[in-house]
């Protein structure tokens, strides 16, 4: 038997990601939960983030932004970046973040992430309170210790993490699940 729920933000697991937007002059990182893949050819990905942020006005100007996937070990980094905006402090300095210059886009990454992708905005649909930014991947870069003997990613060294809105909790991923 189930029983009804509030059908507000049910979907889980959502990945966290710190988004880094801007440029030399004025960079910042924003924890998103809202992100994921949403074409392959050409690959795109789908960031939603409200127009009040600070990143927002940064996203509209620089028409770029890099998707860093943060490890376990980023946790607490996560937790500022998601809880304290841009406006006041300097996220990269308070959470001792190096600014990585990008391949393709202005925005810089994030070295202590394991995955950078960077991506250059397609388009924006307003929702309602969040923005969709549609960004086409331009450019991806893994540290080279997450990849195995063969020069593949090795998700386990990653050491991910995830956001569950229905329960407003954040998880560490576990096992793989083979067929």
């Not at 300095?93 to 960077?118: D, F, R, W, Y």
């Not at 870069?141 to 050491?159: F, R, V, W």
């Amino acid at each position: 038997m189930k029983k009804a729920i509030d059908a507000g933000t049910v979907m889980v697991p959502c990945p966290v990601v710190l988004v880094s937007v801007g440029d030399k002059d004025k960079a910042n990182i924003i924890t998103l939960s809202w992100a994921a893949n949403v074409c392959s050819k050409p690959p795109m990905i789908a960031i939603g983030v409200r127009p009040q942020r600070y990143s927002y006005e940064l996203l509209r100007r620089t028409g770029d932004f890099v998707v860093n996937v943060p490890s376990r070990s980023l946790f607490k980094s996560a937790v500022i970046c998601g809880t304290k905006s841009g406006r006041d402090i300097d996220k990269f300095k308070v959470c001792k973040l190096t600014p990585q210059p990008s391949l393709k886009v202005k925005s810089p990454g994030i070295a202590e992430c394991p995955l950078n992708i960077e991506c250059k905005i397609q388009q924006i649909v307003e929702l309602g309170s969040h923005h969709l930014f549609i960004g086409e991947v331009q450019a991806a870069t893994i540290d080279k210790e997450m990849l195995n003997a063969k020069g593949e990613p090795t998700a386990s060294k990653m050491e991910l993490f995830v956001f569950l809105p229905l329960t407003d909790e954040y998880w560490s991923l576990g096992d793989q699940m083979k067929s």
